[in-house]
Each structure stands twice: as C-alpha cells, then as structure tokens.
C-alpha cells in the first residue's frame, strides 16, 4: 500500500503536464501581485501629480487674480511644473553624488 502511494506520487510529480500546469498557475499569481504592486504605485504617483497640480493652480490664482483666464495659463501651470521637478531631481542627483 505505501509503495503504491509513494509510486503513484512519483509519477504524478514526474509528469509534465501536471509540472507546466503548477508551474504557469504559480507564474499567474506571481504575474497578478506584480502588476497590482505596480498600479498601487502609479496610481500614487497620478495622485500626488495631481495634487501638486491642483496646488500651483491655486498658488497662481492667489498671486495673479484672473489669471486663469489667460490664454497661456495652462502653459504656465506646465511650466511651473516642470520647473519643481527639474529642481527636485537635481537635489535629488546631488544629494546621491554626496554618498
């Protein structure tokens, strides 16, 4: 009886179909943990964009009353923008040249 088991597992481990099939089920979890690692974080990363965004707007409208009306406002916004994150990865750059 032990020996049937025990043959009977062998066999099962042995096969190949079985093998692919454990295989690609363990590469689909692992394939779904990844991606929601990865859209957990993105979607921070829209998020915060959004908010810094939403700040400089505000900034904007506070020292420069109808501004937002302006043409080339969105413009400015983009710019203003870019600007913050050009200086944040240089302070970032220099800081790991420091290390």
Known sequence: ???????KSLKEA???K?????????QR???EEYIKSLSSTELKIKS???R????VRQQLKEEFPNIEKSSSYDLL???????YKSKQLQAIDESVELK
């Not at 079985?18 to 363990?26: H, Y």
């Not at 810094?52 to 700040?55: D, G, K, P, Q």
């Not at 916004?77 to 600007?83: G, K, L, M, R, Y």
Request: no cysteine.
């Open 48 to 50: 915060d964009e959004q």
């Open 1 to 7: 009886m032990f020996n049937l088991k025990f043959l």
């Open 29 to 31: 979890l692992a394939n």
């Open 18 to 26: 079985t093998n692919l099939l454990t295989f690609s089920e363990g």
């Open 77 to 83: 916004v983009d710019a203003v923008i870019h600007n």
């Open 14 to 16: 042995m096969n190949p």
């Open 52 to 55: 810094l965004e939403a700040m």
